[in-house]
């Protein structure tokens, strides 16, 4: 399961629409690793901190536990929890593998560094053999 959900917070769903922030709460709770990656990238990005001035901010260190890289890959695999960090923290994601994350600008989508980070050139670049079963 990807999400810890309180009771409180599945009837709400039930019912209806659901609070934004109490989504966010949860997942920050449930998937502290991606969440505070996407944290830190965010901060990274709004104080300049961005790999080489290429305005976006990048990880680039694979998780220390599996438990760790699950969390990443369950927060980005999902459209809504995507999306809701996306917006919480005015950023566009890019991803590849099963570490490499990037903090864009919000709107980024169609940026000369938003396509080169996420095209095929990139991604095979990025390929390491210890990276194979990530």
Sequence with gaps: MSLDVSDELLAQAEAGEVDPAAFLETVRTSLPYAYAMVERL???????RTADGSGFADNVIPPATEAERGQLLRALASNS?????????????????CHRLAAFPAGAERSAQYRRFTSERAQLLNQSPLLRDC
């Design 42 to 48: 965010a901060a990274d990005l709004a104080a300049g």
């Design 81 to 97: 929890i995507r999306a809701g960090l996306e917006s919480h923290f005015g950023v566009c994601l890019a991803f590849q593998n």
